[in-house]
């Protein structure tokens, strides 16, 4: 028998990307996750969308976007009603649909964040939960039906969300949710062949952690107690977003995965 001309699959990149469409919510400057993880995205060959938060923060977003292909940076505060509409409406008209997801947006205010849990306001818990948790629920409803042939959700935790961690306060119980909000939209979204994921990195020296009280303690007893002695970086956390995003993931869903050098299986 004839060899075929067309490629096959095991010749492909495990991680390829290529002619999927994403959307990055999230990035915040250079140094994010978000940042790392769309740079990956787009090393796999997708095409991206993201937002900025206001037209303040644009500049600080174009600086990552502008060298990779992404021909939609969109105004998003997810607070404000219809900024997420707007969003995956602008994605439908340019593109028609939508292949993969990554959320990374998490936000307390300052006062609640390094108050104790049991002193948090319910106003300053009820924004956590809004911004950090149902922003993700409310994407992935968005998503849904601009991924008629499936896809992948993506978002982010951290190991506060199962352990206590000293001054993550209020971001605790928040991630909590988000974690279980993962597995019900896995469960929901599954039969539509979407799949729901969350990254779990450990400590990352980015804007957004530094608002934890004492985060260079933090950093520098990750580092210490992890089995390779070594802190995560956002391009190791965005290797793991593309294949998550890639059809090589095409069977894991509901998961959390840690992107920590080993730092959650020690006691």
Known sequence: MAASS???????????????????????????????????????????????????????????????????????????????????????????????????????PRDDLHARVTDCSAGGFAMAMDVSCHSFIRCARLAEPLMQDGGALLSVSFYGAERV???????????????????????????????????????????????????DELLERAARDAPEHHLATIEDVGALAAFLASDAAARITGTIIPVDGGQHIMA
């Not at 990307?17 to 250079?30: C, M």
């Not at 796999?44 to 939609?72: F, I």
């Not at 799949?195 to 990352?204: K, Q, T």
């Open 6 to 108: 067309e490629p096959s699959d095991l010749h492909r990149p495990i991680i390829d990307l290529t002619g999927k469409i994403g959307l990055v919510l999230g990035i915040a400057n250079e140094h994010s996750i978000a940042a790392g993880c769309a740079r990956r995205f787009a090393q796999a060959g997708a095409q991206l969308a993201a937002t900025c938060l206001n037209e303040t923060a644009r500049p600080y977003v174009a600086s990552v976007t502008a060298t990779l292909p992404c021909k939609l940076l969109l105004a998003c505060d997810v607070r404000e009603a219809g900024a997420l509409e707007a969003v995956f409406a602008a994605i439908r008209a340019e593109y028609g649909r939508l292949d993969f997801l990554l959320h990374a947006i998490a936000f307390a």
């Open 165 to 215: 961690v000293a001054h993550y306060n209020l971001m605790g119980p928040v991630k909590a949710a988000l974690e279980s909000s993962v597995r019900a939209l896995a469960a929901e979204l599954g039969p539509r062949r979407i799949r729901v994921n969350a990254l779990s990195p450990g400590p990352i020296a980015t804007r957004a952690a530094s608002g934890i009280d004492r985060f």
